[in-house]
């Protein structure tokens, strides 16, 4: 295949098998045509053309499928309504679950080594995993030996009250050790300390 050949392949498929035929033998005559310096000329001017003539020719069946759509949609505007409801409903869920992949599977942790952290939970018949206690946690870390750093932290809610409503907030009761354990410094102030 031809540098040309390939050239054509920016054109449309339509295009290129209607016309196709008859532009390669006219762009074959011109090179024979010309000489020297010329061929050099020839080429750049082909390039150009054909670059324009294609972005025109793809803007030209663009407009011609927008207009087919448009007059469709109007003639049956319950598929259409349908069609971009389905379309909707199916590009958001798309986009919803790599959201979620992005954010669980893809990018990592936003700490120091998350490839090194680890979350132990107490199992027991009948049950999958159970936080630790504050007793089993201590002997947990006075015996461990394969970890460099050992914090315990749980969620709780607590009701704020004294304003004219009181609200409701999430939050987590840790261990001093945690924020260290995570690599993690406080933006304002200090960390916590055993005595806090």
Known sequence: MTFYDWLLRLYP???RNEYGDEMRPLFARRLQQASGAAVAAVWLSTIGE???NAAGAHVDILKQDLS??????????GFAITAILLLTLGI???TAAFSVTDFVLIRPLPFREPDRLVMLLET????AGMELSAP???DWKAAA????????????????????EPRRLSGTAASVDLLPTLGV???VGRSFTADD
């Open 185 to 187: 410094t406080p933006i």
């Open 136 to 138: 089993n946690y201590r």
């Open 92 to 94: 958001g869920a798309t």
């Open 68 to 77: 087919y759509t448009v007059r469709s949609a109007r003639r049956a505007p």
């Open 50 to 52: 054909v670059i324009v």
């Open 145 to 164: 030996t394969s970890f460099d750093s050992l914090a315990v932290y749980g969620t709780i809610a607590v009701t704020m009250t004294g304003g004219p």
């Open 124 to 127: 027991t018949p009948g049950y």
């Open 13 to 15: 498929a339509s295009f």
